[in-house]
C-alpha cells in the first residue's frame, strides 16, 4: 500500500517525515502542494475532518509574508482561499 503525503518540499517537518517513511521502508508519493497546488475539494474535506485552523500554518513564512488585510477576520471561507 502506497500512502501519499502533502507538503511543501523545503519544510524541515516534510523532510523529517519523508526520511522517516524512507528509513523504515514505507512506500509514499510525495505531493508538493507548492508547486502541484491542492484541490479546493480535498481542503474542504480536511477542513471538516480537522478545522481550518489547524490546516493553516499561521507560522510558516508564506503566511507571515501575506499583507495583514489577508490575515485580518479569518474565516473558514477566507482561509480555504488562501491556501487554494
Known sequence: MTIT??????CDTMKKARAWLDDHGVAYDFHDYKTAGIAKDKLKQWSEEVGWETLLNRAGTTFKKLPDSDKEGLNERKALALMA
Do not use: R, S, V
Open 5 to 10: 503525503i502533502y507538503g511543501i518540499k523545503n
